[in-house]
């Protein structure tokens, strides 16, 4: 059973700073592309930011330049390191990875449970 666990959310004024970060646990063969999501309140969930294998990123045009996202496959783990927060940033993070089961070796999407960040104005 793989799973992911996030931690780092929290309560922040603007232009502040944050780090999330993600632990991926279980009977993990490889893990490939990280991803953080978020979803704010009666809106749709949208991509922040993924980095592959191969360390090649992509950023939301919203958060270029103020987020950074990193991976440590040593540790199993993703972070992002959130920068001039805003209140718009204001929305549950969730992780989110491609990872080969090293018992049924398919390669399927996981979710974490998602953690909230809060910027207040």
């Known amino acids: 059973q793989v799973q992911l666990a996030e931690s780092g959310g929290g309560l922040v004024q603007s232009g502040g700073s944050l780090r999330l970060s993600c632990a991926a646990s279980g009977s993990i063969l490889t893990i490939h592309t990280m991803a953080w999501y978020r979803q704010a309140p009666g809106k749709e969930r949208e991509l922040v930011a993924s980095i592959d294998r191969g360390g090649v990123t992509n950023y939301a045009d919203s958060v270029k330049s103020r987020f950074t996202i990193s991976r440590d496959d040593a540790w199993k783990t993703v972070s992002l390191q959130m920068n001039s927060l805003k209140p718009e940033d204001t929305a549950v993070y969730y992780c989110?990875?491609?990872?080969?089961?090293?018992?049924?070796?398919?390669?399927?999407?996981?979710w974490g449970q998602g953690t909230q960040v809060t910027v207040s104005s």
């Open positions: 989110n990875s491609d990872i080969r089961d090293s018992r049924r070796l398919r390669l399927e999407n996981y």
